[in-house]
C-alpha cells in the first residue's frame, strides 16, 4: 500500500525552412516501422494523471484500467557530458562513470526506502519493466534496478518498447540493430521492436538525407510524431498489458513531448516546425493532449512536466478514460 504522499522526486538526473520547403512534397510517406501511423492512432484515447496520493480514492470508486507508473529518465550518457549529440562516437550514447554512479546511487536508495513510499513499491510490487531500446536506458534501468534484473527476471517481464525512445535528431537518438543489442542484453524482450535496424533514422535519411546533407533536427522539427508515439504507447500499455505497477525507462525530450503536448504553454523549448507538413484538419485532429491532469494537488501537473534531470524518478496513477 502506498502512503498518502505528495510523489517524491529521486534526483541523481531558421535556415532549415527554405530546405524543408523543397522536401515538402516527400515529408508524408508512411510512418515508418517502429512508428505510428496516423490513420493508425487518429482514434483518441485519453489519459487522466492524478497525485499518488488519489490512488485510494480510485480504487474506492472502482475505477478500472488504473496502473501506478515510474518514470525514470537514463542517467548521464557520452552525449550529455557536452552535448556532443552529432558525434558519431555517441551514436547510441552509452552511460558515463557517473552515469554509472547516479544507478548505483538510485539502486542504494531501492535499498534504504521503507515501505509505503514509492520507490520501494517500484521495486517490490512492479510486474513490468518498459525500457526504451536504447542502450542508455537499458543500462540505467539494469543498473538502478539490480535485484529486479538479477533475482526477480521470473516473475518481472523485460521488455524494449520502440515507441519511448528519444527523439530522433541526431548521432547519439541513433539505435543499433536489434540483433546486436540481443546479444549484449539477452534478458530483454525485444520482441515489440518491428525492425531489426533502426526504421525510423533509415526513414529520414531517405527523405531528407544524411548527416552532411541535413544537419537540424529532424523528429524534433515534426514533432506530432513523438507526441503520436507516445499516444502508440499508452495505447500499447492498456490495451495489452494487465501488469498494474510498472517502470518505464526513457529519455528527457520524449518525456518532455508527451507530458506537455496540447497543455496549455505547449511544448518547452518547442522549435520551429520546419518538416511538420499536415492540413489543418489532420492538426486539429492530433493536437490533442495525450494526459489530462486531475486530483485535488495544484502543483501536480508542474511537478510532472518540468524537465526531468538524469537518473530521476517520478511516481503517479494513470487512468485509461473510457467515457472520451
Known amino acids: 500500500f502506498i502512503m498518502l504522499l505528495f510523489p517524491i522526486r529521486f534526483i541523481l538526473f531558421g535556415s532549415a525552412w527554405s530546405r524543408s520547403k523543397q522536401i515538402s512534397n516527400r515529408l508524408f510517406s508512411s510512418f515508418p516501422a517502429g512508428g505510428a501511423a496516423m490513420s493508425s492512432l487518429s482514434t483518441k484515447i485519453t489519459i487522466d494523471a492524478y497525485p499518488l496520493s488519489e490512488l485510494p480514492k480510485l480504487e474506492e470508486a472502482a475505477k478500472k484500467n488504473i496502473k501506478i507508473v515510474h518514470i525514470i529518465r537514463h542517467a548521464e550518457g557520452t552525449h550529455n557530458v557536452n552535448k556532443d549529440y552529432k558525434d558519431e562516437r555517441n551514436t547510441d550514447a552509452r552511460l558515463t562513470a557517473k552515469g554509472m554512479a547516479q544507478c548505483q546511487a538510485l539502486a542504494t536508495q531501492c535499498v534504504e526506502t521503507k515501505e509505503g513510499y514509492p520507490l520501494f513499491s517500484a521495486v517490490h510490487n512492479t510486474k513490468l519493466v518498459v525500457v526504451s531500446p536504447m542502450t542508455r536506458c537499458i543500462q540505467t534501468a539494469m543498473y538502478s534496478f539490480p535485484d529486479i534484473f538479477k533475482d526477480r527476471q521470473s516473475d518481472v517481464k523485460l521488455v524494449a518498447q520502440e515507441s519511448i525512445r528519444e527523439t530522433v535528431n541526431y548521432a547519439c537518438d541513433r539505435r543499433r540493430s536489434i540483433s546486436e543489442l540481443r546479444k549484449e542484453f539477452p534478458c530483454i524482450d525485444?520482441?515489440?521492436?518491428?525492425?531489426?535496424?533502426?526504421?525510423?533514422?533509415?526513414?529520414?535519411?531517405?527523405?531528407?538525407?544524411?548527416?552532411?546533407?541535413?544537419?537540424?533536427?529532424?523528429?524534433?522539427?515534426?514533432?506530432?510524431?513523438?507526441?503520436?508515439r507516445g499516444r502508440e504507447f499508452w495505447r500499447w500499455l492498456f490495451d495489452t498489458r494487465t501488469e498494474k505497477e510498472v517502470i518505464i525507462c526513457t529519455h528527457s525530450a520524449f518525456l518532455r513531448c508527451i507530458l506537455s503536448w496540447g497543455q496549455k504553454g505547449g511544448v518547452k523549448d518547442m522549435m520551429k516546425q520546419v518538416l511538420d507538413d499536415r492540413s489543418e484538419q489532420q492538426q486539429q485532429q492530433l493536437d490533442v493532449p495525450l494526459l489530462r491532469y486531475c486530483g485535488d494537488d495544484e502543483n501536480f501537473e508542474q511537478y510532472i512536466r518540468d524537465d526531468f534531470k538524469n537518473c530521476e524518478v517520478r511516481s503517479f496513477v494513470v487512468v485509461l478514460n473510457e467515457n472520451d
Not at 548527416?211 to 510524431?225: D, F, P
Open 190 to 228: 525485444f520482441s515489440q521492436v518491428s525492425s531489426d535496424h533502426d526504421a525510423i533514422w533509415k526513414s529520414y535519411i531517405e527523405r531528407i538525407g544524411p548527416s552532411e546533407k541535413w544537419n537540424n533536427h529532424r523528429e524534433s522539427a515534426e514533432l506530432w510524431k513523438v507526441a503520436e
